[in-house]
């Protein structure tokens, strides 16, 4: 099958159309829905996701270092804003001035920089397992991640956010210590959180070793919902919460037409 790509510095994204209205005319915004580290964007659908979008039409893409996507070799290309401006390639060649943004992990870090940056492209935020604060206040485990991926145990980092061995990913160990290591250049979206003026869902499992950080992010944020998961980490938060799967449909229920 040939996906859809667009470019963006040179480097192909591909992503894939999903027309979850099927027969009917869909008067739902489009929802972008972006994945986390060591993920792909085939993940929202064996995890279960697409019922939950309703009847809008649904576009996931492979970030850049995953995937279909290219695998440059510059940290600079794996940035925040690169990936925010990607998306926003994605929507203007699809024809789609406003949407939903679903980002999970480091896909909700570009949520928030295209909050800060395009919000008038932004119709609603949806962020799970992230928080909007400088990545610098969580150096350290950041770091022990670089470290990690640097060496021969790197796919432990696939492990730990719930992607499987084996499931026929082909992952490329150099691209996901370049996509952490650009993490670390972003500065975050702390001092522009109390103005974002679209509707926000923030959810984090309380086993997960951000919470703190997304409850201090939540704080911020004029109009939101923070859902706390209990009895659950990081990636199960992802693949297998009902709870998350329930606040996230009742979001986007808020305003049916939207």
């Given at each position: 099958m ?5 470019e963006?510095n ?5 992503y ?14 489009p929802?972008i ?20 979008f309703?009847?809008r039409?649904i ?20 940035s ?34 295209l909050a ?19 990545p ?11 470290a ?11 492990r ?7 499931d026929?990913?082909n ?18 979206a ?6 974002f003026?679209?509707p ?19 704080a911020?944020?004029p ?23 329930q ?12």
């Open positions: 040939t996906l859809p790509y667009v963006h040179g480097n192909c994204t591909f894939s159309r999903i027309d979850a209205s099927a027969s009917r005319e869909s008067s739902a915004l929802i829905v972006h994945h986390g580290m060591a993920q792909w964007g085939e993940d929202w659908a064996k995890a279960g996701w697409l019922d939950v309703g009847d039409p576009y996931a893409l492979d970030a850049l270092g995953h995937g279909r996507s290219d695998r440059p070799t510059n940290r600079a290309d794996y925040m804003e690169n990936r925010a401006a990607t998306v926003l390639k994605i929507a203007d060649a699809e024809n789609i001035e406003r949407f939903v943004f679903f980002g999970f992990s480091m896909g909700g870090r570009v949520g928030f920089e800060v940056n395009a919000p008038s492209r932004v119709e609603r935020l949806i962020v799970g397992g992230m928080h909007g604060m400088a610098a206040i969580d150096r350290r485990n950041l770091e022990r991640r670089i990690v991926l640097r060496s021969d145990k790197w796919r432990m980092v696939e730990a956010v719930g992607a499987r061995a084996g026929g990913r992952n490329d160990q150099d691209s996901l210590a370049l996509s952490t290591e650009a993490v670390l250049d972003w500065p975050g702390e001092a522009s959180l109390p103005g003026e679209m926000v869902l923030l959810y984090c499992g309380q086993q997960d070793s951000i919470l703190e950080f997304a409850k201090s992010t939540a911020l944020l109009s939101h919902i923070f859902a706390e998961l209990p009895g659950i980490g990081h990636a199960a938060s992802f693949y297998s919460s009902e709870e998350a799967r606040q996230v449909q009742a979001f986007l229920a808020l305003n049916p037409s939207s």
